[in-house]
Nanobody
Framework: LQPVESGGGLVQSGGSLRLSCTAS????????ITWFREAPGKGREGVAC????????VYTPSVEGRFTISRDSVKNTIYLQMNDLKPEDSAIYYC?????????????????????WGQGTQVTVAA
């Protein structure tokens, strides 16, 4: 049971990308799904989270207003629309999943809370 990310690439500063996270072998319904990112030399940080029960979302302050996380239950896919990208957004982006019944709002961006992780997709923003 592993999420699969796609959509990364190279983009100019100010540009946009849309990342996708699909689940093979299980439904993303009744799960919390979070995008994390890890830049070279930095720890992994939570970026955006969505709850499948009500589509409520949480964002880290540095991406608020620029990134949007959304869900397509028919396609069993989570999206991260990233606009106005900056060089500091460059990182490997990971999709992480946990059953919603285990999710805690105060730990939305805590890595150990998540059971399933994808392999990541590289995002590079050129200045």
């Amino acid at each position: 049971l592993q999420p699969v990310e796609s959509g990364g690439g190279l983009v100019q500063s100010g540009g946009s990308l849309r990342l996708s996270c699909t689940a093979s072998g299980f439904t993303l319904d009744r799960h919390a799904i979070t995008w994390f990112r890890e830049a070279p030399g930095k720890g992994r940080e939570g970026v955006a989270c969505i709850l499948s029960s009500d589509d409520s979302t949480v964002y880290t302050p540095s991406v608020e207003g620029r990134f949007t996380i959304s869900r397509d239950s028919v396609k069993n896919t989570i999206y991260l629309q990233m606009n106005d990208l900056k060089p500091e957004d460059s990182a490997i982006y990971y999709c992480a999943v946990v059953p919603e019944r285990h999710w805690q709002a105060g730990k939305a961006f805590d890595e150990p809370e998540y059971d399933f992780w994808g392999q990541g997709t590289q995002v590079t923003v050129a200045a």
